[in-house]
């Protein structure tokens, strides 16, 4: 019995999904954007260098992103569907050994051996597939993982994200410009982490010192690499 504003199963991991593929890729944007622009900025003053090279981060990273989204998606959803698959020919094949299973596994949490195989032969009648697919396997046979869903939340979320420090380093004067683009960083990854903690129920304080903790590592070696270089170069 659902009441109204509750989350129902099938459309939360369908959700949960592509938010965490997305709040993954903004984080992963602004990090490695910010990186490299600062990286850059150590180098040079020169804006059309800085911006030529954050946006050829963005494009990369959030195409990048994407396919890596989709191929890793795509194997898990195969990898569900040949469980499904040799799911379904176990129960042709021996049908009473998938449903004394099948009420093994409820008694196994906590159901008298009586009410198991009651609850085992009801479910089979219904839809012995889906029973087992949903007790055995833990998967939902009508919302398989999707990977187009994933590859698109992570690369509109890593150019998102990868926007931040881009904008925040290329607006401001000379003099600013690292400062400006590592207070941005910090808020943005203040966010995600904030963000992926309550998807995860996970203590926020600890997602957020990790996030800031590695931007800020991120940002402060890839300056003074730059800055090295530049003057070397120089």
């Not at 090279?53 to 195969?78: F, H, N, W």
């Not at 055995?136 to 993982?145: A, F, K, R």
């Amino acid at each position: 019995m659902t009441h109204a504003g509750e989350p129902h199963h099938d459309d939360l991991s369908g959700r949960l999904n592509w938010l965490r593929a997305g709040v993954l890729g903004a984080n992963d944007g602004i990090v490695s954007t910010a990186g490299l622009v600062v990286g850059v900025a150590g180098a040079t003053a020169d804006r059309t260098a800085i911006l030529a090279a954050g946006v050829a981060g963005l494009v990369a990273g959030s195409l990048s992103m994407a396919g890596g989204e989709y191929v890793s998606v795509s194997t898990q959803r195969d990898t569900e569907r040949a469980a499904l698959t040799l799911e379904a020919r176990e129960l042709r094949e021996m049908p009473e050994e998938e449903e004394r299973e099948l009420a093994g596994i409820y008694q196994d949490k906590g159901l008298s051996a009586e009410l198991a195989e009651r609850v085992a032969h009801e479910l089979t009648e219904k839809d012995a597939l889906r029973a087992h697919a949903e007790a055995e396997l833990q998967i939902d046979p009508d919302n398989l993982t999707n990977p187009w869903q994933a590859a698109w939340a992570s690369l509109i979320a890593f150019a998102a994200g990868a926007l931040v420090p881009l904008v925040a380093i290329v607006l401001p004067p000379t003099a600013w410009r690292v400062w400006a683009c590592a207070v941005a960083v910090l808020v943005g990854l203040v966010l995600t982490g904030v963000v992926s903690a309550r998807l995860g129920a996970s203590p926020v304080g600890r997602a957020v010192r990790r996030n800031v903790v590695v931007g800020s590592l991120t940002m402060i070696v890839t300056y003074y690499v730059g800055l090295l270089f530049g003057v070397t170069m120089g």
